[in-house]
Nanobody
Framework: QVQVVESGGGLVQAGGSLRLSCAAS????????TSWFRQAPGKEREFVAA????????YYSDSVKGRFTISRDNAKNTVYLQMNSLKPEDTAVYYC??????????????????WGQGTQVTVSS
């Protein structure tokens, strides 16, 4: 089993920055992809960014490309999401998700097995 725990959310003004952390434990060596999703009130959960542990490849949604950066610390089994130039529309609960293999799909939340509890990010205008 794998456990993932997010931290780092909070309240920030538009244009500000936050860094989220996703720490994995348990059988974390078996993780193939770690991704960030977000869900705003009344909206579906949407893909934000993904990190491939094998080679460090990263992918972003168009809405965050150029503003957010996903990175990892192998020694700490932790994935980070650095969020810069935040906008009010970035307000959401941010979730970390992990899966053990890749079958061609990484942007759909239903393909992920392990989820964190979520961390609230609120961007004020």
């Amino acid at each position: 089993q794998v456990q993932v725990v997010e931290s780092g959310g909070g309240l920030v003004q538009a244009g500000g920055s936050l860094r989220l952390s996703c720490a994995a434990s348990g059988s974390s060596f078996s993780i193939y992809i770690t991704s960030w999703f977000r869900q705003a009130p009344g909206k579906e959960r949407e893909f934000v960014a993904a990190m491939w542990w094998a080679d460090g490849s990263t992918y972003y949604s168009d809405s965050v490309k150029g503003r957010f950066t996903i990175s990892r610390d192998n020694a700490k089994n932790t994935v980070y999401l650095q969020m810069n130039s935040l906008k009010p529309e970035d307000t959401a609960v941010y979730y970390c998700a992990a899966r053990r293999f890749y079958d061609g799909s990484y942007m759909l939340p239903q393909v992920y097995t392990y989820w964190g509890q979520g961390t609230q990010v609120t961007v004020s205008s």
